[in-house]
């Protein structure tokens, strides 16, 4: 008799705090405003323009109502966590410890300028009265659906990338090695992502991930990308310790050996039009030159690193491996990338 699933469960609880309540456990550390998978605070960085913290203390003074906050209670210490609304919060801590004046406010422009402490009594008492509605989800929930819950709680916010929510959703010592890893100085100068983002939003650690995924897995996935590295680190949350020295072994020595042999030009497409390297990394590349030399490990290379260079270039010019680079196809196309460059690791004719 097949065996009924038991569904898996979030469980939730409302509570309805004031801003003062809100500062306080901030203050005290109850509430944690920048766990790791958190962005940086982000709205002091335009509001000169755009004067989003201004508008939200006005929000409070108009009684207009403030979204959702979510947190996430911990285990251990049942602290809470931030998991949507940390730009809200934050702004509500600065502003009340004088942190910021208030601008560009056209309803309320008799507030314009001044900071919490030179407001009236009154509208001091209005913003840290105010009630503020909060969803926490409880440390007993189902850990392996907190994937899917800050997935979807970020869509409509400023949205975290795949790899963020992996970075709080599942912890353990694997993901903890990879932001480890991400932070070598010798990988930070080798990559050169597009998007200035990518230095913030955790692209790094994705691509260490993305690496031993495909390596672990010999280059095959069946499913999309982001389920694939999701997956990958879900299994391996806990590895053992000699299993965590492997895996640094084998990406220290792999991007020495990549750099040994393309130094600044690692992970970088060649132009045949211009003759010259481009600037800017391309993961397609990445993970095609790191599989292929994490293989030659301990082995023979046939080419010298000026040899395999020039080797490259060739390669770059040849119509389907350029396609290959900027296919979406999974295990196929990798595969093609990394035979094509094993090819020219040991000595074979193009």
């Not at 396609?323 to 990338?337: D, V």
């Amino acid at each position: 008799m097949k065996s009924k699933k038991i569904p898996r469960r979030i469980l939730a609880q409302p509570y309805d705090y004031s801003v003062q309540d809100i500062v306080d456990k901030i203050e005290t550390k109850d509430i944690d405003l920048n766990p790791d998978y958190q962005r940086n605070y982000v709205w002091a960085a335009n509001d000169e323009t755009q004067h989003k913290c201004s508008r939200l203390i006005e929000s409070l003074l108009l009684n207009i109502p403030i979204p959702v906050i979510y947190f996430a209670e911990q285990a251990e210490t049942l602290k809470y966590e931030v998991i949507d609304g940390q730009q809200r919060l934050y702004t509500f801590y600065r502003f009340l410890n004088d942190g910021f004046v208030l601008n560009g406010l056209e309803i309320r422009d008799d507030v314009n300028g001044k900071n919490y402490s030179e407001l009236a009594r009154k509208d001091r008492d209005e913003i840290r009265k105010r009630s503020i509605r909060a969803i926490v989800l409880l440390n007993e929930s189902d850990e392996e659906i907190k994937y899917e819950v800050f997935e979807r709680l970020n869509l409509g916010s400023i949205q975290l990338t795949p790899q963020e929510i992996r970075n709080n959703t599942l912890r353990g010592t694997f993901n903890d090695l990879l932001k480890e890893l991400a932070d070598r100085p010798l990988f930070k100068k080798m990559l050169n992502l597009r998007l200035k983002s990518d230095q913030k939003n955790m692209a790094h650690e994705e691509l260490v991930l993305r690496f031993f995924a495909y390596h672990d897995s010999g280059y095959k996935r069946a499913k999309n990308l982001s389920y694939f590295l999701t997956e990958f680190l879900k299994t391996n949350q806990s590895p053992s310790k000699r299993a965590l020295k492997n895996y640094t072994d084998l990406f220290d020595t792999t991007i020495e050996l990549v750099y040994k042999y393309l130094k600044d030009n690692a992970f970088s497409n060649f132009g045949t039009k211009t003759g010259k390297w481009t600037s800017k990394s391309n993961r397609s590349l990445y993970d095609a030159e790191m599989l292929a030399f994490s293989s030659f490990i301990d082995k023979d290379i046939k080419v010298t690193p000026n040899q395999f260079k020039k080797r490259l270039e060739k390669l770059m010019a040849d119509t389907e491996f350029r396609k290959s680079l900027h296919s979406q196809a999974g295990g196929t196309m990798i595969e093609k990338r990394v035979s094509k460059i094993k090819d020219i690791l040991l000595g074979k004719s193009l």
